[in-house]
């Protein structure tokens, strides 16, 4: 399969949930050395909320899924993860209005849109230790392999591989935003529990569709 339709795209947001219940206690344990050991509680909500809006809606296009993920995200989740995710979701919906099916053009810009949005809600600079030091790159990389002819599948493949790096970059950081910067510099050494779940969930993304 090269596009993602609409049940695709469904398909891949209960493989994301998936990913997120697997690692539910080791994103909290993350969170835990530098936040309010919840990310993975909070992950895990907001997915289940989304899973659950995504199994009642009657969606046409990649957008209407992409506004009820938003829509059941925020509603679900207080943290700092709800507004991000549900802006990115947003986002990547209005990206890729009117279109049926999800072409190998879109899937990058899915994944541009979402990193966007994460940048514009949050307000984070690159460095700052958030989970925009995932996204960002993972955009670049979809939009460097969109520009070298690769599959979708291997866009976000790339995408997944590069938000591992970016998170992984993390550890050295000293957090600037969201609760971790009250530690100030005892957060640097702890991977950032956001840029941990980006990761997940792009590989989830990635292997979903490659598994087809
Ligand atoms: P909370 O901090 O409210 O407990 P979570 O634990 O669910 O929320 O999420 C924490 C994650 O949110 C952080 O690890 C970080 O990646 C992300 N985050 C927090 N603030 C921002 C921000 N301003 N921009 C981008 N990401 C942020
Ligand atoms: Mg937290």
């Avoid at 080791?26 to 289940?48: K, N, P, Q, W, Y």
């Avoid at 829509?71 to 919906?93: D, E, H």
Wanted: hydrophobic share 45%; charged share 25%.
């Amino acid at each position: 399969m090269s596009t993602i339709d609409q049940a695709r795209l469904i398909d891949l947001f209960n493989l994301m949930a998936d990913a997120i219940e697997r690692e539910k206690d080791h994103l909290c344990e993350l969170d835990g050395a530098i936040g309010d050991a919840d990310h993975g509680v909070t992950m895990s909500i907001g997915f289940s909320a989304v899973r659950k809006a995504l199994s009642e809606v009657n969606a046409a296009h990649p957008t209407d899924v992409f506004n009820t993920a938003a829509k059941a995200f925020l509603n679900a989740v207080g943290a700092s993860a709800g507004p991000l995710y549900a802006t990115a979701f947003m986002r990547a919906g209005a990206k890729v209005k009117g279109q049926t099916v999800l072409d190998r053009t879109a899937v990058a810009d899915m994944v541009t849109a979402m990193a966007d949005g994460v940048r514009s809600r949050g307000k984070a600079d690159l460095g700052d230790k958030t989970m925009l030091d995932a996204w960002d790159p993972a955009a670049k990389a979809a939009l460097q392999a969109l520009e070298a002819d690769r599959s979708a599948a291997e866009i976000l493949s790339q995408a997944a591989d590069a938000a591992e790096k970016g998170a992984t970059t993390t550890i050295d950081m000293m957090a600037k935003k969201g609760r971790s910067a009250r530690l100030g510099p005892r957060s640097v050494g702890h991977i950032d529990p956001g840029a941990a779940s980006t990761a997940i969930l792009l590989r989830a993304m990635a292997d979903g569709f490659t598994a087809e």
